[in-house]
């Protein structure tokens, strides 16, 4: 990187949105009030590309956010993206925090619609309870989920995505998704469905893939890997777990994935499937 820029944290909050650009650079951020960057209104924010352009978050503390969306309910903030940054300490390719980006749509009216995050290196949190992406949305205040319609394309994400109460037809593609959390955690809100996580590369330690809740979702041609001794922690030691935690999940598919070992794993199974109906699980290659 050509220099270092310091900034404290900063809330986002022009009414009318707009673009944040960052420049060649990487920008050594402190935080304040739980966040690095707060953003309100429908920001959204640009780099020059992940190795050009760096928000390294070295001054938070374990508990605080890199990246907060907190939409106003009082703006409509589709499409708002990420686009183009490297989310940690260039040198290192860790992050000091929590998690690195959360986006909350916990009050009535808060939406994030057809957001975007892409071309974005997110790295391992120091927390360990953090996660690289993370949607939280509360229902019944948002009954939509909150964030829906939106995608999450190749990006490389250390600690896993998180969706907790999303709504329909979100997708994860083309991502590289390591780290110490399960690679994709999702429990959709009730009524939403179609989560598709399609053509990614999922090496973790604690699974790659858990849906507790979300009917229709299609799990097709990732290459997932476990590179751990021991049984899968936190995922009912398989690599991939459909559970139906949060409800009978029925319909969907899962199709032409890579479940192995990378180097030694003692993972019990490759594929388990709990409380479903309807599903299709096929023409998979497992080395386990």
């Not at 709504?167 to 809100?189: E, K, Y």
């Not at 994935?257 to 180097?263: D, E, M, R, T």
């Amino acid at each position: 990187f050509p220099y270092t820029t310091l900034f404290r944290s900063v809330i986002l909050f022009s009414s009318l949105g707009g673009k944040l650009l960052f420049g060649h650079s990487t920008y050594k951020a402190n935080a304040s009030s739980g966040s690095v960057l707060a953003i309100v209104y429908p920001v959204s924010l640009f780099g020059d590309g992940g190795i050009y352009t760096g928000i390294n978050p070295s001054l938070a503390s374990s508990t605080d956010n890199t990246i907060v969306l907190n939409p106003n309910v009082s703006v409509d903030s589709t499409l708002m993206q990420i686009n183009g940054i490297h989310i940690a300490d260039p040198s290192t390719g860790t992050r000091s925090g929590n998690h690195g980006i959360y986006a909350l749509t916990l009050n009535a009216g808060q939406n994030l619609a057809k957001f975007t995050l892409r071309d974005t290196a997110i790295g391992q949190g120091t927390n360990a309870t953090g996660w690289g992406f993370y949607h939280l949305n509360s229902t019944p205040s948002n009954v939509n989920g909150g964030m829906y319609c939106s995608l999450l394309q190749n990006n490389a994400i250390k600690g896993g995505v998180r969706l907790e109460g999303s709504g329909d037809s979100n997708s994860i593609v083309h991502n590289t998704i390591t780290g110490t959390r399960i690679g994709v955690w999702a429990s959709l809100t009730s009524g939403a469905s179609l989560l598709e996580i399609q053509a990614n590369n999922i090496t973790t330690s604690q699974g790659s893939i858990q849906i507790a809740g979300g009917p229709r979702p299609r799990i097709i041609g990732n290459n997932m890997e476990h590179y751990v001794t021991g049984a899968v922690t936190n995922n009912d030691s398989a690599m991939v777990d459909i559970t139906g935690a949060n409800g009978v999940i029925y319909g969907g598919v899962i199709k032409e994935n890579l479940v192995s070992g990378f180097g030694t794993s003692d993972a019990l199974y490759g594929i388990r499937l709990t409380n479903v109906r309807g599903m299709r699980s096929e023409e998979h290659t497992s080395e386990l």
